[in-house]
């Protein structure tokens, strides 16, 4: 069974501070991987994914992650944070073969202070 | 257009009984989730749809849970007997169908507290 690890469950930053959100996950199988974003007093929201092609994908909003399948790591990051990024971030994941059912880590609440 | 609703927002309840929650998917949405965020925890999948039928309830936590689902688009999730451990965020989520890797739209929640 898939398992997906966030190392940090809290990330405090200054406003316009680079930061990384850390992901892993336990399977080397084929993986479909996501982000969501969960902002204040909201419900969860895609924030971007990985299927296939370019292992590098983006967000509207200026968040990247990139998919490390030797690492098994799919890290999200932004190279300038603002105060209304502040929200909780879920790594999810699942298995190609099973691709109805998503795995996600516990979450990262990101803290952006002025 | 509108998004997935649950109802209630917020339950109370007291050790042992039944609870009903419901969730109306997004219209012209086969496929239905449901999942549970305990507190310090991920998401924790429970059981899909796809149409009426659920082809996986692996993840039901005990014989306690149940779900179904009528006419391709409502679905109740009923805890019986409920336990203090049932505390817990149950997040409902549609999407086109469970084929394709379409994105799963999320409701925003029930929050069960069993006292």
């Known amino acids: 069974a898939q398992s997906v690890t966030q190392l940090d469950s809290q990330v405090p930053v200054f406003e316009e501070a680079p930061v990384e959100l850390r992901c892993n996950y336990s399977s080397s199988v084929s993986v479909y991987l996501f982000w969501y974003v969960q902002y204040p007093n909201q419900g969860l929201q895609l924030l971007l994914k990985?299927?296939?092609?370019?292992?590098l994908v983006e967000s509207i909003n200026g968040f990247e992650a990139e998919f490390n399948k030797s690492q098994t790591s799919f890290h999200l990051r932004k190279p300038s944070v603002h105060i209304s990024d502040t929200a909780e971030y879920f790594c999810a994941v699942s298995d190609r073969g099973s691709n109805y059912k998503l795995t996600f880590g516990k979450g990262t609440l990101l803290t952006v202070n002025p | 257009g509108a998004g997935v609703s649950q109802s209630p927002s917020n339950k109370v309840t007291e050790k042992g009984k039944d609870v009903e929650l419901r969730c109306d998917p997004i219209?012209?949405?086969?496929?239905l989730y449901w999942y549970r965020q305990s507190l310090g925890q991920g998401l924790e999948f429970l059981i899909y749809?796809?149409?009426?039928?659920?082809?996986?309830k692996s993840g039901l936590p005990s014989d306690r849970f149940s779900a179904e689902r009528t006419g391709g688009s409502v679905s109740t999730l009923t805890i019986q007997r409920t336990q203090q451990e049932d505390s817990a965020v149950y997040l409902c989520a549609s999407s086109l169908d469970s084929q394709s890797l379409n994105e799963q739209f999320f409701g925003p929640g029930t929050r069960l507290t069993v006292l």
């Open positions: 749809f796809q149409g009426n039928s659920a082809p996986d």
């Open positions: 219209s012209g949405h086969t496929a």
């Open positions: 990985y299927l296939s092609g370019s292992t």
